[in-house]
């Protein structure tokens, strides 16, 4: 079945260091999302890649979707602390139809 | 707007009781979901809905329940709850599309005990 599979499992920084997750998959991955949970509250949307090998910038966070959609990686440069939480991907397969999220990778920020 | 709204936020439950967890949006979206979120598990897909009278089942199933009688309404329901359902349950909803669903929006989650 759907397996979407993130490393690390955690990581801690200290504050200014870069930061990159790595989301891989069994299957190809139809469409990429990436959310942040805060700890305490509950997956908030990032962004969605769509496009094999695309590339997005928001601020300090840049995303990538692999040539062969397998995989996808979400960089983070120069941590602040507000960057704390567990970061997420999921696939959204369209054949299926179901939201599958990946295993999550935490971000300890130390100022 | 209201967005997702869940309900309960916290239950502590007995071995063997049942409940429905209630989840609720106001954004007409087609697409409803219920996740379980344990510890180093990530995320887990329980059941999800495309539409009114249409479910299917996720990740992990058993033990669990759903119904869609309505666009905004999509109830989980524990029939017989178990120490192993002990959890933070996610209720999310989206649009679906021809290239699949666009961003998923949660609710404030439930903090379900069962002792």
């Known amino acids: 079945g759907q397996q979407v599979m993130q490393i690390p499992q955690y990581q801690h920084v200290q504050e200014g260091e870069d930061f990159t997750t790595y989301c891989n998959s069994s299957t190809t991955l139809s469409n990429i999302q990436w959310y942040k949970q805060r700890p305490g509250g509950h997956p908030v949307f990032l962004i969605q890649?769509?496009?094999?090998?695309e590339v997005k910038k928001q601020k300090r966070l840049t995303f990538q979707f692999g040539e062969a959609k397998k995989n996808s990686s979400l960089h983070i440069t120069a941590t602040q602390t507000t960057d704390v939480g567990t970061y997420f991907c999921?696939?959204?397969?369209?054949?299926?139809?179901?939201?599958?999220f990946g295993t999550g990778t935490r971000l300890q920020v130390f100022p | 707007n209201a967005g997702v709204t869940q309900t309960p936020k916290f239950q502590v439950l007995k071995t063997g009781q049942s409940m429905t967890l209630q989840c609720a949006q106001d954004m007409n979206h087609e697409y409803m979901s219920w996740y379980r979120q344990d510890p180093g598990m990530g995320l887990r897909l329980i059941h999800y809905?495309?539409?009114?009278?249409?479910?299917d089942q996720g990740e992990v199933p058993n033990g669990y329940n759903v119904s869609r009688s309505t666009t905004e309404d999509f109830p989980l329901r524990l029939l017989s709850a178990a120490p192993s359902q002990t959890s933070v349950y996610f209720c999310a909803s989206s649009y679906r599309r021809a290239t699949g669903n666009t961003e998923a929006f949660f609710g404030q989650g439930t903090r379900l005990t069962v002792v």
């Open positions: 999921a696939d959204t397969s369209y054949n299926t139809d179901k939201l599958i």
């Open positions: 890649l769509v496009k094999s090998g």
């Open positions: 809905s495309v539409g009114a009278g249409i479910t």
